[in-house]
Structures are given as C-alpha cells and as structure tokens.
C-alpha cells in the first residue's frame, strides 16, 4: 500500500497508525496564515484607522492559540502619538489597561516633526479564541492630532514620500 500525507486534512496515511494534527505535540505549528499589502490607507485623530491588512482564521481545535505577528510602515504628520491594536470582528482587542495616560494599545510610538519619516512598527501578540469559528483580524491604529498613513510618509508630496509594505501573519500553535 502506498503511503500518502494529505497536507490539507492533516493527515498521513498508508500506515499504522495515522497521524493527525491533534496527535502533534504542544508547541507544534499547525497552520500558517500571511498577508501583506502596499495600499495607502490615511486616518484621522482620535479615531481607530484599519490597517490594509486582513486576515481570516478559523482554529482547527478549539484549545489551539494563535501567535499574530505584525509589521506596519506608518508616516505621521507633526507630534503625534500613535498606538496600535488588534481588531478581531471590527472589535479591539489585546490593548493595555487604561491607566488615564494617553493612548492604549498594544504597541505604539511618538512621532515629533519629521513629517518625512515612516516609523516600522512590529509586535507579537498570544490570542486564544476558544472556538473554531470564522474570526477576521485586522490591525488597527489611532492617533491624538493629525494624519496618519499607512505605506507612506506623513509627507505626501511626490518624489519627498517614502513608500512601503505592511504585513500580517498568524500562526495556529497546538495547547
């Protein structure tokens, strides 16, 4: 009998016994999901801007957690602080505690004056959904005063911007 490994079941058969996803041990990556993008997305002051990265992810197993890495290219315009956060459903998730100090997020960073420069923020973050259900995540930033950009420099005008690349990648790791 011939063996045969079906990546998308999770499965390799042709011997005893078969292997399966569950059968892994803890720790093991089951599933890897990417996207990227080069699209220009622009946000206002104080309100949540959606990133140009999605992802949609469903668990294979309900205990499973998902490590979701982050790089994102983002311009700001004048002193700004900005922080970043996770959308999971067009909900925030995974920010820090509101303390009275500002932004809350999961990551971040303040902008002063060079309206030139693209800041490249990157984050890890552990989430565990608990079901095996559809969830879309996207990354999401709000900023206190000015414009944001995402791919581009806080400067728009022509030749002076710098353009770039943001990207999501999610990892379901076995529990």
Known sequence: MPIVINGSAGTI??????????MLPTGSIIKVHHNDSETKVQGSADSWTVGPTSLTVALTDSNNKL????????????DNEVALALYKDSTVTGTASNTGYGLQGIAGFSHRGNSNAVECIQFNFEHAPGDTNNHTYQIVAKQQVGTIRWNRSGNT???????????????????
């Open 13 to 22: 058969t042709g011997y005893t016994p078969t292997v399966t996803t569950s």
């Open 67 to 78: 490590i979701i890495q982050s790089t994102n290219n983002i311009g700001a315009t004048g």
């Open 157 to 175: 005008s022509g030749g002076d911007s710098i353009e770039t690349r943001s990207s999501i990648t999610i990892y379901e790791v076995a529990v």
